[in-house]
């Protein structure tokens, strides 16, 4: 099993340190794209995820943008790969209710 992260920014800290280590190199990869493009979801290899996890910043400033942004990025990838399980993490409870259009399989709010 191999896990691969999009994400827009380039890693830093433990996650560059983890993503660079040798012992993780056939495990793990990191690319750094917009999980929006379908584009950069078939670069990252989406269509042939089992499960695919979507999370949000818990500590961000504007947690409603956050989950429209976790909301979207659901849609984009059920649309490029409907047989992959999508887990979504949403920080609003009232957000859950957006699950049909947005077609998560699970949703986690903290």
């Excluded at 890693?11 to 690319?31: C, D, H, R, W």
């Excluded at 089992?50 to 956050?66: D, E, G, I, W």
């Excluded at 979504?88 to 709010?109: E, F, K």
Aim: hydrophobic share 45%; with cysteine.
């Amino acid at each position: 099993m191999k896990v691969v992260m999009l994400a827009p920014l380039e890693p830093s800290g433990p996650l560059e340190a983890m993503v660079t280590n040798p012992v993780f190199a056939e495990k793990v990869q990191y690319i750094k794209g917009n999980p929006l493009s379908t584009k950069d979801l078939l670069k990252a290899k989406v269509t042939q995820a089992h499960a695919v996890f979507v999370t949000t910043s818990q500590y961000s400033k504007n947690p409603v943008r956050q989950d429209v942004s976790a909301s979207l990025i659901s849609k984009a990838i059920r649309k490029a790969s409907p047989w992959s399980s999508v887990f979504v993490q949403v920080l609003d409870p009232g957000t859950r209710s957006h699950g049909q259009w947005a077609q998560w399989d699970i949703v986690l709010c903290l």
